[in-house]
């Protein structure tokens, strides 16, 4: 069975693309998905993607959606000063692991 490392990114984070097409942009995460090791942030790497006609969607036609992106490509955008950080993690006095912003030190608030 393959083990599956934990991330520095979560759903509902904001992050920055670092690499690739949309690089220097910022999002939402919306979707991590961790056995491919991509997520799918707002409004990012847009992709078309051509629907058949169906009962639910009679028309069919062209729809533009967010493609995923490979979790080496985004950065935590630190809520402190609004820049790309690295991710460290640390046990708070309940001894719960918090993730901290390598740039400020501060505590990243789970969303």
């Given at each position: 069975?393959?083990?599956?490392?934990?991330?520095?990114?979560?759903?509902?984070?904001?992050?920055?693309?670092?690499?690739?097409?949309?690089?220097?942009?910022?999002?939402?995460v919306?979707?991590?998905?961790?056995?491919?090791?991509?997520?799918?942030?707002?409004?990012?790497?847009?992709?078309?993607k051509?629907?058949?006609?169906?009962?639910?969607?009679?028309?069919?036609?062209?729809?533009?959606?967010?493609?995923?992106?490979?979790?080496?490509?985004?950065?935590?955008?630190?809520?402190?000063?609004?820049?790309?950080?690295?991710?460290?993690?640390?046990?708070?006095?309940?001894?719960?692991?918090?993730?901290?912003?390598?740039?400020?030190?501060?505590?990243?608030?789970?969303?």
């Open positions: 069975m393959k083990t599956i490392k934990k991330l520095h990114i979560k759903s509902g984070d904001t992050v920055k693309v670092i690499s690739g097409n949309a690089r220097g942009k910022t999002g939402k919306l979707v991590v998905q961790r056995a491919r090791y991509r997520a799918i942030v707002e409004g990012l790497n847009m992709v078309t051509h629907v058949k006609p169906s009962a639910s969607n009679p028309q069919g036609g062209i729809e533009k959606t967010e493609a995923s992106i490979h979790l080496s490509n985004i950065m935590l955008v630190d809520p402190a000063n609004g820049e790309a950080t690295r991710i460290g993690r640390k046990k708070d006095e309940k001894g719960k692991l918090q993730r901290y912003s390598k740039k400020t030190g501060e505590i990243i608030k789970n969303a």
